[in-house]
Structures are given as structure tokens and as C-alpha cells.
């Protein structure tokens, strides 16, 4: 269990780590940077040396360590819950920037910068992550820093059949985050790091489950296998297409580019009374019954 002890304290001493630098960045920047850029790429750097380092364990750490499944998608579950906790708003996905794009809930320039700074974050995970390994602390970082010149695609089927794998993922992701998008977090986080978790174990053979753009180009888009343009069709416009498919289902339209309604009726929400239809003005009122045949009363009204 060496192996994995020291995995458990580069986990800790990445979350530690971008944890001061969001304090740090809090403290010396405007509000409007931190959120739209520092706060992304701390974000982004702390998912993608996480999950550079779990898909060692993944790769190596069956067959060098006999390390089961279940182990696995228990660190797995674990480790998107601290992020969820620990991210303070970063979406660190690119699609998910997007998607607040096309609510209407984020402008095109603040979108611009969280891209920017995702991708940043993204590469700088991926510079530390190898200098950490160089180190060779464990046999299997040793077996990794020797593979990692050569590594082979996440990619493991046909290229449509990988498309369709990550824009389902990302459809089913994009879908519970809307769901959940007013939730506390209490059952926010829960419900996304079990997802998450479940979409790894299913899809995760077959294209390793990103649907994340960012994290799938700093992870395997240098890997011998396939070309960028197939890369970009798995990677980038399966995700790409489940997003906008989940905002579609769950809103009916795009508020950004059209407030029309696709896909859902929407109800009025005053609703008029039913009642007897007036009289028209060639219409007179009978007396009542009990009227008919009196005589004028003393005023020079009826008398009933």
C-alpha cells in the first residue's frame, strides 16, 4: 500500500495547495478576476493533477498493485466530492461554461476568460503532474515516468461510437447539474461525484469517460493512435452536443440565441373566470315573477 499512500498524499497536498492559492488570489485580485479567471484555473489545475494522478492508479495500479475496482471508484467518489467542495464555483469544463453561456447567465467576454484560464489550468496540472512523477517516489511512478513518453489513447472504440459515448455522458451530466442547480450543496455535491462515478465505471473502458474538453486535451489528445481532428470529434463535439441536447430538454430553448419555446408549451399564468356571458344591449331584463302585474309603488318605482 506504499503506492497508494503516497498517491493519498499528493491528493492532499494538491487540494492544500490550490486551496492557499485561492486565498491568495482572493486577496490580491478584484472580484471580477478572481471569478472569471484565477478562480478557474486553480480550479482546472486541481481536476486535472487529480485525475492525471487516478489515471495512473487506473492504468498501473491493477496489474502492479493489484488494486480492485472497488478501491478505485471509492477513491474516485471521494475525490469529486473534496472537488466539489472545495472548488468555489469553478466549473473547470469548458462545456459547463458554455452551457452558462447560453442561459444567458454569463457574458461572452467573462466566458472568454474562464475558457482561457480552464485551459491555463489544464496545462499547468499537467507540467507538475510529470515533474512529480520524474521524482519516482513509488515503483509505479517509476513504471509511469517510463511510459508516459509513449503513452496510448483513452480512446478504445470506433470514433463515432466514442462520440456518442461522450456527448451521452455529457448529456446526462449537463442534465443532473441543471437539476440540481438550486440545490444545497449538501445534495448537489453527492449526486454529481455518484454520476460521475458511475460514467467512469461504464464509459471509462471505451473513452475514459472526460466530457471535459479541457481535460480530455491535456490528457490524451499527444497520445499516438488517432488524429486531432478525430480527437476533437470524440472529445470536443460529443460533449459539445450533449450539453446543448440537456439545455434543450430541460429549458425547451436556448435563451441566448432564441426565446422561443421549443419543446414546451407555456401556460398562462392568470386564468379567466368562467362564468354566465352578459347580456347584450338589444337584451332587456324580465321582472321577476313576483313582480309582474303590481303597480307602480309610491315613488314612482316598481312595487314588489
Sequence with gaps: MAGLNVSFSFFCATFALCQAARRAAKALLSGGAYAHFAREVVG???????????????????????FGPDLLLTLLFLLFLAHGATLDGASANPTVSLQEFLLAEASLPSTLLKLAGQ??????????TRLYWAWELSDMHVLQHLMEAHCS???????????????????????????????HPVYRVPAVA???????????????AFFNPALAASITFHCSGHTLLQYAQVYWLGPLTGMVLAVLLYHGHLPRLFQKNLLYRQKNKYRTPRGKPAPGPGVTQMPAEGCRGRGPGPRGGQQC
Design 153 to 183: 489513447s483513452a480512446l478504445r472504440t470506433a470514433v463515432p461510437h466514442g462520440a456518442l459515448v461522450e456527448g451521452s455522458c455529457a448529456f446526462f451530466f449537463h442534465l443532473t447539474l441543471l437539476r440540481f442547480q438550486n440545490s
Design 44 to 66: 482546472a489545475a486541481q481536476l486535472g493533477a487529480c485525475c492525471l494522478e487516478m489515471g495512473m492508479l487506473v492504468e498501473i495500479g491493477p496489474w502492479a498493485r493489484g
Design 119 to 128: 485551459a491555463l489550468g489544464m496545462q499547468v496540472a499537467r507540467a507538475l
Design 194 to 208: 455518484l454520476l460521475v462515478t458511475v460514467m467512469a465505471y461504464t464509459a471509462g473502458p471505451l473513452t475514459a
